[in-house]
C-alpha cells in the first residue's frame, strides 16, 4: 500500500483531466478505517435482522423463488437433475447453494449469514467505488445509506439471487474504476464478474456492451488502439463464463438457448394487454413457479396445435409481447411509462412478498431504518446535474450501467427486487448531491442552494404517487402468512391469519381460497366448499377448481363436481389437470347421470394436444374408450400409457392400477372409479 498522504481538498479532489476521469487519491488508513467500519455496521445489522427474522413462518419453509432454489440446490446436492432439458431459470445461486448443501446439510441460516457477508462486501465496495470519484466525505456517506438502506438488509435475508447479483455487479464496476486505466487483468476479471452476474440474472448482459463503450466515449476514438485489447478480454472473459451453461443447453435440451428459457414468458407477462407492468403472474395461469411455468407451456402449445420445446414456447411469448407493441402502440407507450414511473417510485413493488408488512410484522429493527428509494432520488438527480458534463464522461461506468440495468427491467417488469441492482448507484450520486448542498449551504451559495432544494421539492411529487400505494396493503400479505402457517399445520394461527385478511379486504378471493384450504386440512368439507365456492364467485379464474372437486366428490355430491370442473375447463384453459380430471370423472363416475363417454373421448384428445401429463390424459382417453364399449382400442392406448410409465418406487403404483385396468378391457368391462 503506498504511503498515506493528505486527502485532496473537495474541489480538487473533483477535479477532472481533459482526457479522463477524476484521478484517484490515495488511501490513508483513516480511509482503510472508514472502509472497516462501514463493512461492519453493514454486517451487525444484516445478523440482527435474520436472527429476528426467524419469528417469519416463512424463514425455514420458503415458497416461490426462494422455495424453487431450495428444491433446486437440494436436488444438486443428492446428486438429482431438477430439470433435464434447458434451464428455465439462470442456475448461479442454485449451484452455489447446492453446494454449500452439500458440505452442511439443507440448512436456512448458514445461507443467510453469507447473502449478509455479500450484502456487507457490497456495502464496502460502494464506499471504494464512491472513494474512487467523490472522495472520502461522500463514500462514508454513500457506505452507511447503503449499509442502513432497509430493503437491501430485507433483501439480503432472503434466499433469492438479488444479494449475489448485486456483490458481483458492483466488483465487477470496482475493477474498472479503482484506477484510471485499468489493465487487461481488471477488464477480463470484470469481465467474469458480469459473466456469473448473468448466470445469476441474465438481462445483466444488457450493461456488457455498454461497459465496453467506455473508453469510446471517455477518451474518444483517437485512443482506441490503446484499448481494444482490454474490451476483447472483457468480452471474452463474459462469454468464457457463460458458455458451459449454453452448451449444456444445446446437449441436454438440443436447442441454442444462453442461459436460461424463460426469458419470452416474462417479457410477455410485462407486455400484454392485461398487464399492469409490476404484477408477475398472467390470468389464468396458476401463482406457483412449478404451475405457472406449466400452464404458460400448455397455453402455447396450444395455439401452436403442437408440442413446443422450452426454446419455442419461449419465441412464441417473445413474438406474442412484440405483437401487441405492433397492434396496440399507444397502449403499451402508456405502459412502458408507467413501468417507467413505477421504477422510479418510492414505493416498493412487492415480489414475492409485501417488504412493508414482513418487515414491520417479524423485523423490527427495520422500523430504525429510515431512507427509503424515494428519499434518495431526488437528492440523486441533484448529484448527476452537480457533477457537470465533464465529470459525468469521467464517470461514464457507473451511470451508464445504471441506465442500461433500467432498460433491462422496464423491458421486462417493474418490482422491488428487480431494481435493487441500480440502488447502489443511485445511493453514490445522491450521497454526493447531498454533500454538495451541503457545501453549498456552508459556503453561502444561496442560489445554487435554493436550486437544488428547489429541484428536489419539485421531484417529491413524482416519486410518491397516491396511485399505487394500494401495494402496501396487507391483505394478501394476511393470506401468504396463513397459508405457511398451515401447511406447518399451525391451524389456529394460521385462522387468525386469515380472519385478518378478511377483515382487511373482505372481497379478496385469495382469503377465501387459503380459508378453504385450511378448513379442508381439518376435515371441514363442508365448510371448505362453501369458501372455495366464495373464492370463485369473487374470481373465475381462482386456481381452486381442483380442490373443490375433490372435495366435492369426497361428499358425493358428483353432479356439482361436473359442473365445477366444466366451469374450471372454460375460466383456465391452459390448465390440462382440469381437462384430466374432468375427462376422468366423465368416463369413470359410477353416477350414469355424469358420465359421458363421447364429451370425455372429446376433452382427452383436446388435451393431449398440449403434451403434458400424457401417461394420465393416456389413461382417461383408455377409460373413455371403454366407457363406449371400444375396449379393444381403449386396452391399446391403455397398454400405450403402460409403456409411458418408468420404474421409480411411485410409478409402479400407476403400472399396476393400468395393468389392472387393461384386464378389465380385455374381459370387456369399463372402469368405474366412484
Request: with cysteine; net charge neutral; hydrophobic share 50%.
Amino acid at each position: 500500500m503506498s504511503s498515506p498522504e493528505t486527502p485532496p481538498q473537495p474541489d480538487e479532489s473533483l477535479e477532472l483531466k481533459a482526457d479522463g476521469p477524476e484521478s484517484p487519491s490515495r488511501w490513508s488508513g483513516v480511509d482503510w478505517a472508514w472502509l472497516i467500519a462501514v463493512t461492519l455496521v453493514a454486517l451487525v445489522i444484516r445478523l440482527i435482522y435474520n436472527h429476528q427474522l426467524q419469528s417469519s413462518p416463512f424463514f425455514d419453509h420458503p415458497s416461490i423463488d426462494a422455495k424453487l432454489h431450495v428444491d433446486w440446490a437440494t436436488a444438486i446436492a443428492e446428486g438429482r437433475n431438477l430439470f433435464e432439458g434447458v434451464y428455465p431459470r439462470a442456475p448461479l445461486y442454485p449451484w452455489l447453494l447446492g453446494i454449500l448443501y452439500s458440505i452442511v446439510g439443507v440448512d436456512f441460516v448458514i445461507p443467510r449469514v453469507l447473502a449478509a457477508i455479500m450484502g456487507a462486501g457490497s456495502c464496502g465496495l460502494l464506499y471504494a467505488i464512491a472513494h474512487r470519484y467523490f472522495g472520502r466525505c461522500v463514500a462514508v456517506l454513500a457506505g452507511l445509506v447503503a449499509a442502513t438502506y432497509w430493503v437491501s438488509v430485507f433483501f439480503d435475508g432472503e434466499l433469492l439471487v438479488e444479494p449475489l447479483t448485486v456483490f458481483l455487479n458492483l466488483l465487477g464496476l470496482w475493477l474498472l474504476v479503482r484506477i484510471e486505466r485499468p489493465g487487461l487483468a481488471s477488464w477480463a476479471l470484470a469481465g467474469v464478474c458480469f459473466g456469473l452476474s448473468a448466470l445469476n440474472r441474465p438481462n445483466v448482459l444488457l450493461v456488457v456492451p455498454v461497459l465496453a463503450c467506455w473508453p469510446i466515449v471517455t477518451y474518444g476514438l483517437k485512443q482506441w488502439r490503446e484499448w481494444w485489447l482490454r474490451v476483447l478480454a472483457f468480452g471474452a472473459a463474459c462469454v468464457i463464463v457463460i458458455l458451459p451453461v449454453t452448451v449444456r443447453n444445446y446437449v441436454k435440451g438440443g436447442e441454442a438457448v444462453l442461459i436460461a428459457s424463460n426469458g419470452g414468458f416474462n417479457f410477455y407477462i410485462g407486455n400484454n394487454p392485461q398487464s399492469d407492468g409490476m404484477m408477475a403472474v398472467l390470468p389464468g395461469v396458476r401463482p406457483d413457479w412449478w404451475g405457472g411455468m406449466q400452464d404458460a407451456a400448455s397455453i402455447a402449445q396450444a395455439n401452436m396445435g403442437r408440442k413446443l420445446s422450452a426454446g419455442e414456447v419461449s419465441s412464441f411469448y417473445y413474438r406474442a409481447a412484440l405483437r401487441f407493441m405492433r397492434d396496440q402502440p399507444r397502449q403499451a407507450f402508456r405502459l412502458m411509462m408507467h413501468k417507467l414511473r413505477y421504477f422510479w417510485n418510492d414505493v416498493e413493488v412487492p415480489n414475492p412478498h409485501n417488504l412493508y408488512f414482513f418487515a414491520d410484522k417479524y423485523t423490527p429493527i427495520v422500523r430504525f431504518l429510515p431512507v427509503s428509494f424515494g428519499l434518495l432520488v431526488p437528492f440523486a438527480f441533484v448529484g448527476v446535474l452537480l457533477s457537470g458534463r465533464r465529470r459525468l464522461v469521467g464517470q461514464f461506468p457507473l451511470w451508464g450501467y445504471g441506465l442500461a440495468y433500467m432498460v433491462g427491467i422496464v423491458a421486462f417488469f417493474v418490482t422491488s427486487r428487480f431494481r435493487l441492482p441500480i440502488v447502489p448507484i443511485v445511493i453514490l450520486y445522491a450521497s454526493f448531491g447531498l454533500v454538495e448542498l451541503l457545501r453549498s449551504i456552508a459556503n453561502r451559495k444561496w442560489i445554487l442552494s435554493a436550486a437544488c432544494v428547489l429541484a428536489v421539492v419539485l421531484l417529491w411529487p413524482f416519486l410518491h404517487t397516491e396511485d399505487i400505494a394500494g401495494l402496501k396493503d396487507h391483505a394478501v400479505s394476511y393470506c401468504k402468512v396463513a397459508r405457511a402457517l398451515g401447511e406447518q399445520k399451525r391451524f389456529e394461527e394460521a385462522e387468525a391469519a386469515c380472519r385478518s385478511a378478511i377483515e382487511k379486504e373482505p372481497e379478496n378471493p385469495l382469503a377465501y381460497e387459503v380459508e378453504g384450504e385450511l378448513k379442508l386440512a381439518q376435515n371441514d368439507l363442508r365448510g371448505g366448499i362453501q369458501s372455495l365456492k366464495r373464492a370463485i364467485e369473487l374470481d373465475a379464474d381462482r386456481p381452486v377448481y381442483g380442490m373443490l372437486t375433490d372435495a366435492l366428490i369426497a361428499t358425493n355430491r358428483l353432479s356439482e363436481a361436473r359442473r365445477v370442473l366444466e366451469q374450471g375447463v372454460i375460466a383456465l384453459p391452459g390448465q390440462v389437470e382440469l381437462k384430466f380430471r374432468l375427462a376422468w370423472l366423465l368416463s369413470t363416475c359410477s353416477n350414469v347421470r355424469v358420465r359421458d363417454g363421447e364429451a370425455a373421448l372429446k376433452i382427452a384428445n383436446d388435451a393431449l394436444e398440449s403434451q403434458q401429463l400424457l401417461v394420465p390424459l393416456l389413461d382417461a382417453k383408455a377409460a373413455a374408450l371403454a366407457e363406449l364399449g371400444r375396449y379393444q382400442e381403449a386396452t391399446v392406448v391403455a397398454k400405450s400409457a403402460l409403456d409411458s410409465v418408468g420404474m421409480s418406487r411411485e410409478e409402479i403404483a400407476i403400472r399396476r392400477a393400468i395393468s389392472e385396468r387393461i384386464k378389465l378391457y380385455d374381459s370387456g368391462r369399463p372402469f368405474r372409479d366412484r
